[in-house]
């Protein structure tokens, strides 16, 4: 707390966030104080820090900092209020909407505010419907989100209404909302979507039918599954898989453990485990014995499905899977689930989470992959997108792996064509995976190269589901997200063409041109 008191402003950005890491209640009053920093890196990070600690003692704090002339704090602390989920915001927050204003990034925090607060109110009504006409398609899907998060009833004509926008991404989170209102019945309204020309949009709508209590629509999703049609139709309708649980035979569930498509495998898995059908032990063990590093997701929820299980038939291979896995994840797993299994008395002696950390390799190197390299000859990457150029600055001194694994990936024509499957307005842009789903990778993964830079907006990061399992899905981010400091690596920040990132949509696609050296 004495370090808010410094000179140096970074020291007192660095105090903010350490009291954020901790989330103590003894901070509040400290962080409370920090709104009032001359310095907008501490104001909004402070702010930032007060949605991290349950309570009500800092809402009219982070209610005045609406009022702030810092772009930076009013963002900041609107979105804080919603995090609480406090009502007390709700008033300031509508007037934020009715006065006057160019700022998207505000109606952004404004709609996810409101939609977690969820108190249904003739003004929230008001601003809610205003924000589902905004020019920004950004602003179009965070309304829709706040509705299906509320399950504002009230919005479904609306919602309903927005099946029709020309932008992939808010037809899909349109579906999504009028879904959450329904929670299962009515889901025919769905059955349109099933015909979009976008298999996003498809996908969406498969995953939801799941969820539906008519059994005509959990037939629609599994003959999408027998079938073999477009993936990311395939994958959406695995997901309905899951919603649907235990209203799905166990002779489809164990025929699709063994499916092709791993993604559809695990999902398939977790729904055996939740089951908890005996008959599921063996063909359950098998998935764990699958070897190769694509597998390994779906190892991780077999040996969680045997945990669940609960048979001591299969501790002897989850304690090979625990002594000998090739993925940290695995092993932890594994030890998950024979704790679940064994006797108190001998579940004490499995090894800890740290020894079975310490023991594994960090990372498993591939033939696929470049060689190590100190620091990348590459310099620059353009994306030439279909909204325009991304120009990006590599940062090879703090990445040299990723950035000479990117650029050689890109050199040989990887990621030519290759689309922006995530578009997550106020957070991300995400693309680079060959299956365009978020489930694809180049056939190896790189050792995490963590740095001190922080994630700003135009940062560029890698995906990964887990530490040295990054791989070739880039990330560029919209907004700061101090929550990704030293999480994901940094590689990259865009030069020119934020306008362009804006822009994007899901679904557009783009290629990518490298230079190396300081040649112009």
């Known amino acids: 707390h004495g370090l808010l008191g410094s000179s140096w402003g970074l020291i007192r950005e660095r105090a903010v966030e350490a009291m954020a890491l901790i989330a103590d209640a003894q901070s509040v009053q400290p962080l409370v104080t920090a709104l009032d920093d001359p310095d907008p890196g501490v104001a909004w990070r402070a702010a930032w820090a007060l949605e991290k600690i349950p309570g009500e003692e800092q809402v009219p704090g982070l209610v005045n900092a609406c009022d702030s002339s810092m772009p930076e704090l009013k963002h900041a602390a609107v979105r804080s209020l919603g995090r609480l989920g406090a009502s007390g915001g709700i008033e300031r927050i509508v007037e934020l909407a ?14 996810n505010a409101l939609g977690r607060i969820g108190e249904d109110r003739p003004a929230v009504r008001q601003v809610i419907s205003g924000l589902l006409a905004s020019d920004s398609f950004h602003v179009r899907v965070a309304a829709l989100q706040a509705i299906g998060r509320a399950r504002w009833r009230h919005h479904l004509p609306e919602a309903l209404d927005q099946r029709g926008d020309p932008v992939i991404g808010v037809r899909a989170a349109a579906f999504d909302a009028v879904a959450d209102c329904l929670e299962g019945r009515g889901l025919e309204v769905l059955l349109p979507g099933l015909q979009d020309d976008s298999p996003i949009v498809a996908a969406t709508c498969l995953a939801r039918l799941g969820e539906s209590t008519d059994p005509a629509h959990l037939e629609i999703v599994l003959a999408e599954l027998m079938g073999d049609g477009d993936r990311a139709r395939r994958l959406g309708a695995a997901s309905g898989l899951e919603a649907a649980g235990d209203r799905v035979d166990l002779e489809t569930l164990l025929g699709l453990l063994k499916d092709r498509d791993l993604f559809v495998a695990t999902v398939t898995a977790s729904v055996l485990g939740q089951r908890g059908d005996p008959t599921a032990l063996v063909p359950l063990m098998a998935a764990l014995d699958r070897s190769g590093p694509a597998a390994t997701d779906l190892r991780i929820e077999a040996a969680t499905a045997l ?54 390799r960090p990372v498993q190197r591939s033939l696929l992959q470049p060689d190590l390299v100190t620091a990348s000859t590459a310099t620059r990457m353009t994306l030439h997108t279909d909204r325009g150029q991304i120009v990006i600055e590599l940062l090879g001194q703090d990445a040299p792996q ?52 922080r994630f700003e907006r135009g940062s560029v990061g890698i995906a990964h589901s887990g530490k040295d399992t990054g791989g070739c899905q880039l990330f560029i981010a919209h907004s700061p997200q101090p929550h990704l400091d030293a999480r994901y690596t940094i590689w990259g920040r865009v030069i020119r063409g934020m306008d362009v990132v804006d822009r994007i949509q899901r679904g557009d696609r783009f290629r990518v041109e490298i230079r190396r050296g300081s040649g112009s």
């Open 307 to 360: 945990g669940e299980l609960g048979d001591d038939r299969a501790i002897p291979i989850l304690r090979s899977a625990q002594a000998h896995g090739d993925d940290v994840r695995l092993r932890l797993a594994a030890r998950s689930a024979l704790n679940a299994i064994l006797p108190e008395e001998v579940a004490i002696e499995l090894p800890g989470e740290d020894e079975i950390i310490a023991d594994v």
């Open 98 to 111: 009715r006065t006057p204003h160019d700022d998207t990034v505000l109606d952004l925090r404004i709609a």
């Open 402 to 453: 990723m950035v000479e694994s990117f650029a050689a990936l890109a050199e040989g024509g990887f990621f030519d064509g290759l689309t922006f499957h995530r578009v997550v307005g106020d957070f991300v842009i995400q693309g680079g995976d060959p299956s365009g789903t978020g489930w694809g990778d180049a056939g190896y993964t790189l050792r995490s190269e963590w740095n001190p830079r």
